[in-house]
Nanobody, 123 residues
Framework: QLQLVESGGGLVQAGGSLRLSCAAS????????MGWFRQPPGKQRELVAR????????KYADSVEGRFTISRNNAENTVYLQMSDLKPEDTAVYYC????????????????WGPGTQVTVSS
């Protein structure tokens, strides 16, 4: 089993920055494609950014392109989401997830999930 735990969420003013971290433990002997998702109150969970197992390929939602950066350190089993120029509409619970599929673009493609971390952006 693979366990994921997010950290780094909090309250920030619009225009500010946060960096989320996702630490993996357990079955880290293989590499997974990783994704960051978010779920605003009353809305569906959506993919924010994903990164390939080797870290060479990334993809972002249009709403965060140019503001968010996903990265990973496989030696430390950690994935990051650097968020800049945050907006009130970025407010959500952010989840880290892992997939055995090389191009995991949907929620259902991810089999391992962290408990989530709250990000609140005030206007």
């Amino acid at each position: 089993q693979l366990q994921l735990v997010e950290s780094g969420g909090g309250l920030v003013q619009a225009g500010g920055s946060l960096r989320l971290s996702c630490a993996a433990s357990g079955r880290t002997d293989r590499l997974y494609a990783m994704g960051w998702f978010r779920q605003p109150p009353g809305k569906q969970r959506e993919l924010v950014a994903r990164i390939s197992a080797g870290g060479l390929s990334t993809k972002y939602a249009d709403s965060v392109e140019g503001r968010f950066t996903i990265s990973r350190n496989n030696a430390e089993n950690t994935v990051y989401l650097q968020m800049s120029d945050l907006k009130p509409e970025d407010t959500a619970v952010y989840y880290c997830a892992a997939s055995i599929l090389p191009r995991a673009g949907r929620v259902d493609d991810y089999g391992y999930w962290g408990p989530g971390t709250q990000v609140t952006v005030s206007s």
